[in-house]
T-cell receptor
């Protein structure tokens, strides 16, 4: 079974400050990890994903995440927050294990990011 | 715009009723997924289809059923609706239906059961 824990349901930063959203995963098979963003009343949009190539993954809008197997973490960072980054962020895990888990995403509970001027 | 379309956008119905949610995947994608998003359960995987066949099942209630048609669109049927079924239902699609795929999400159908 796979699971994701996002530490902090709400994170608040000032515009221009570092954004750090934490994600830890649990998986008995090699995981693939994703960060999605959800703006109000919209669907989810992929920010970036890790699929066992480079451990430092760069995504859209200046976001990046580093896969750390020893820490079972996949934290999302952005050096300088912008007002338009205010949204809810979801970390998710999947795998290529067969059976009932094939391809499905298991999501964390989400982190709401607020950016103050 | 992800290229995944869902209809209707909003649905308001009464307990005990039955509704059908529709999803059209991105052009070229063979796999469709259904997810439920609610305040208490978060985002939960319901079911996955690949090229018309059921591939994976999650926490989908027996009152719920789905299918993927030959033209690859999918429908999620919810019956004997209860208040607790009120949620946002997302459809996503991907090319091959495997773990490394990017899943593209539709805008969702907001279901309100009164």
């Amino acid at each position: 079974a796979q699971s994701v824990t996002q530490l902090g349901s709400h994170v608040s930063v000032s515009e221009g400050a570092l954004v750090l959203l934490r994600c830890n995963y649990s998986s008995s098979v090699p995981p693939y990890l994703f960060w999605y963003v959800q703006y109000p009343n919209q669907g989810l949009q992929l920010l970036l994903k890790y699929t066992s190539a480079a451990t430092l993954v760069k995504g859209i809008n200046g976001f990046e995440a580093e896969f750390k197997k020893s820490e079972t973490s996949f934290h999302l960072t952005k050096p300088s927050a912008h007002m338009s980054d205010a949204a809810e962020y979801f970390c998710a895990v999947s795998s290529n294990a067969g059976g009932t888990s094939y391809g499905k995403l298991t999501f964390g509970q989400g982190t709401i990011l607020t950016v103050h001027p | 715009d992800s290229g995944v379309t869902q209809t209707p956008k909003h649905l308001i119905t009464a307990t005990g009723q039955r509704v059908t949610l529709r999803c059209s995947p991105r052009s070229g994608d063979l796999s469709v997924y259904w997810y439920q998003q609610s305040l208490d359960q978060g985002l939960q995987f319901l079911i996955q289809y690949y090229n018309g066949e059921e591939r994976a099942k999650g926490n989908i209630l027996e009152r719920f059923s789905a299918q993927q048609f030959p033209d690859l669109h999918s429908e999620l049927n919810l019956s004997s609706l209860e208040l607790g079924d009120s949620a946002l239902y997302f459809c996503a699609s991907s090319v091959a239906g495997i773990g490394t795929d990017t899943q593209y999400f539709g805008p969702g159908t907001r279901l309100t059961v009164l």
